[in-house]
């Protein structure tokens, strides 16, 4: 059985990921389960799908608990803890990760001894790619298996995105077989795993659960505030980043528009965004009269701002 | 205090002001409205110090309720039947914020189709809703159980909220003498109410009722509202216990009438119970060793009190006032299920289903219901769930229909001609 775990944040199309692989697992001839699995829905926030695949019948639901191959969208959330992009990883287990950087970077950053592949889906000029990154994931993980052929990734391509119109679909197979294009070199690499894997040999380490009084066993949070301590940035795609040599100053402009009221007055009289929890709807980029307000791509954004992600998680 | 004649609502209104609960949200349903109209005169007579609001809604009220109780004041609400139904998804939000308070459910049956008098289909939908659940069978037990249901879910161990269930008509609108208690003695019975951690403040801010993704902390505090309902079982004995030394009247988990030596036993809920009490005693004078077993307690369910009560009979007829679509009486399943692998547990336990909307049953009919126990117990089979409705009963039902359908030709008779007419 092949079992695959796509990684991304809501709006980057994993769901539609999951699908067009499953689609294409199926036109192959294979029983398939594919499901997204998310918490409340919202943009930017980490979400993951996957895919089973088999010659027989799939009895296993839910999470995957020793993948095969893992597909990480954005490789922005490596370090978000709640993503748990690397969760169940066994030695087998290929991860295929969105980035410009090198295999041997990502292997040394994460000490991982499994296959690490790269493919940088963004082209070049792009700033961001969100619309294709889940067809690109697809198209690249069908190679992977060596299962997959060209034309029927295609035929799935059309088949799952077709009420989308024509030309989103001309556009989404480019990028698919371009993807699928890429992985020539890694056609085949991922196996299927072990039809049945070794029963755990510890059993459950079940307890009684003790009587806790009411005011212990009820969901509430009994302090105020609290809020800050969910760093909301996270979920963020885009970054605001102030051109302070464009900067009017006119902070009440951004900062008054700004839906979670992140952007205050700071040095030099600048706004000055509080990154923990901007959740990067870029209100304040299209409001900007000066037009000084840039939206960056998160992932190549550490570099010219202060905050970084790897300091904001907890 | 003397003993007056009261309607099982104005015995709830009394519970209430004995209670001195501070906040009513209300909403009128037949046939609870008049608890709501007795307790909305005291107030505005000055008799009773309690703010009552008037609701758009029993999804509103039940959430009143409970948001008042997180505030730290003693709240009630009352409603029956449909309004129970519709209030249903905060039933289960409330007792999940574990905030205590006492919700009397006037019992009336479900539509369609829809009716006024007693079943208990309604109380039953909130079997799993986390509320515990006393139901009473004479308007004195309904003062008394109101009192005893603030203590309960007010005890720090249970935390829970609770609901006293009368049944529509036969307790609800009926009088009966009540001893109303002592409001002096009802004070030291039933302390005012001590919130602990229920304090919210608009100026200090709290989160009650969060969300939390994942089964891990769902199982936790889903299974804790369990357990306390579980504990509820030792915390209702020591009310009890405290109730009969104050007030002389005891009311244990499960009532249990001239049983101990009996062969035949009733087992049902409410205040049809009492007709059974009365078929007892005509079944002794008739020389038949029958008794009657009486939950007063629903849920917690008294497990262990219920085994004892059975132990050694030889056969129990459970009459359920309600019915599971596909299934049968659900007192039946829940007692089949306490007796099950118990090794004194009788041999026939038959389900009957009686009294659906408010439909009597008759001394002739316990009478029958012991003889197919006899017929049972010698042919070591025992029978299906038998609903009791007799020939004449269908005989009416025919003839209500023969008048509809007769009324539906009528009309299609004179919608062909009038389409006739229009054709030439």
Redesign the interface.
């Known amino acids: 059985m092949f079992r695959i775990r796509f990684h991304g944040r809501g709006g980057q199309g994993m769901k539609t990921a999951s699908h067009i692989l499953g689609s294409a697992f199926f036109h192959e001839g294979f029983e398939v389960q594919d499901a997204p699995r998310y918490g409340a829905e919202r943009r930017g926030a980490p979400i993951f799908a996957y895919v089973r695949a088999a010659r027989g019948a799939i009895n296993e639901r839910g999470i995957i608990r020793h993948p095969d191959l893992v597909i990480v969208a954005d490789e922005s959330l490596v370090p978000v803890p709640a993503a748990e992009v690397l969760a169940n990883f066994a030695p087998h287990t290929t991860l295929l990760i969105n980035s410009a950087e090198s295999a041997e970077t990502w292997r040394e950053r994460l000490n991982l001894s499994s296959p690490i592949i790269c493919l940088p889906l963004a082209e070049a000029g792009e700033q961001a790619e969100l619309p294709y990154m889940g067809v690109a994931c697809a198209a690249a993980a069908a190679r992977l298996t060596g299962v997959i052929g060209r034309e029927s990734l295609g035929d799935t391509v059309a088949e799952e995105l077709g009420s989308l119109g024509e030309e989103v679909v001309a556009e989404n197979l480019r990028r698919a077989l371009a993807a699928f294009d890429a992985m020539a070199d890694h056609e085949g690499c991922v196996a299927e795993g072990e039809e049945r894997l070794a029963a755990p040999a510890e059993g459950p380490d079940w307890i009684e659960m003790p009587l806790d009084l009411g005011e212990q066993a009820t969901p509430a949070i009994h302090a105020g505030a609290t809020s800050v301590e969910v760093r909301t940035g996270l979920w963020r795609v885009m970054r605001p980043v102030v051109h302070e040599d464009h900067c009017n100053k006119c902070v009440w402009i951004c900062g008054s528009l700004c839906p979670d009221s992140v952007i205050s007055t700071g040095a030099g009289g600048y706004p000055e965004v509080d990154y923990d929890h901007c959740k990067g709807c870029m209100i304040c980029v299209a409001a900007c009269p000066r037009h000084a307000i840039e939206a960056v791509p998160e992932h190549g954004a550490a570099g010219e701002t202060a905050a970084t992600h790897e300091e904001a998680s907890p | 205090m003397t003993r007056q004649l009261l309607t099982g609502n104005v015995a709830a209104a009394w519970g209430v002001r004995l209670a001195e609960v501070d906040y009513v949200p209300a909403f009128p349903i037949t046939p609870q409205t008049e608890i709501i109209e007795t307790i909305a005169g005291w107030i505005d007579k000055g008799e009773m110090d309690c703010r009552m609001v008037t609701m758009d809604s029993e999804h509103s009220m039940i959430t009143a309720a409970g948001a008042a109780v997180a505030t730290g004041v003693r709240s009630y609400a009352a409603t029956s039947s449909q309004g129970l139904l519709y209030g249903m998804e905060m039933l289960y939000t409330v007792a999940?914020?574990?905030t205590?308070f006492v919700l009397t459910n006037v019992s009336r049956g479900l539509s369609a189709p829809i009716t006024l008098e007693s079943d208990h289909n309604d109380v039953m939908a909130a079997r799993d809703s986390g509320f515990l659940q006393i139901h009473c069978a004479t308007c004195q037990e309904v003062v008394d159980a109101t009192l005893m249901a603030y203590r309960l879910a007010e005890d720090?161990?249970?935390?829970?909220p609770v609901i006293v269930n009368l049944d529509g008509f036969y307790l609800s609108f009926t009088r009966e003498p009540v001893d109303i208690p002592d409001p002096a003695k009802a004070r030291e019975f039933l302390p005012p109410f001590d919130p602990?951690?229920?304090k919210f403040r608009a100026g200090?801010?709290?989160?009650?009722?969060?969300?939390?993704?994942g089964g891990t902390?769902y199982s936790?505090?889903r299974?804790?509202?369990h357990?306390?309902a579980m504990?509820a079982l030792a915390v209702y004995d020591e009310v009890a216990e405290d109730f009969a030394r104050l007030f002389g009247r005891r009311y244990d988990a499960v009532e249990s009438y001239r049983a101990e030596d009996a062969d035949y036993v009733f087992v049902m809920l409410g205040s049809f119970s009492t007709k059974a009490r009365d078929a007892v005693d005509g079944l002794r004078e008739a020389g038949v060793a029958a008794g009657l077993v009486r939950p007063r307690l629903f849920r917690p369910f008294p497990v262990e009190a219920l085994r004892r009560a059975l132990a050694g009979r030889k056969g129990v007829a459970v009459i359920d006032q309600n019915l599971s679509m596909g299934k049968g009486g659900v007192l039946h399943g829940e007692l089949l299920s306490a007796l099950y692998g118990v090794a004194d547990a009788p041999p026939v336990v038959a389900g009957f289903i009686g009294g659906l909307g408010g439909r009597d049953i008759g001394p002739g009919e316990f009478r029958e219901m012991i003889s197919v126990l006899e017929q049972a117990v010698a042919d070591g089979e025992t029978p299906p769930p038998r609903l009791l409705f007799s020939a004449e009963e269908l005989r009416h039902v025919r003839k209500l229909q023969a008048s509809a359908h007769v009324e539906r030709e009528e009309i299609h008779r004179q919608e062909r001609g009038d389409t006739e007419r229009d054709e030439t």
């Open positions: 999940g914020w574990r205590p720090k161990r249970v935390r829970v602990g951690s229920l200090r801010p709290l989160s009650e009722a969060v969300a939390v993704l902390p936790y505090f299974y804790e509202l357990l306390a504990g």
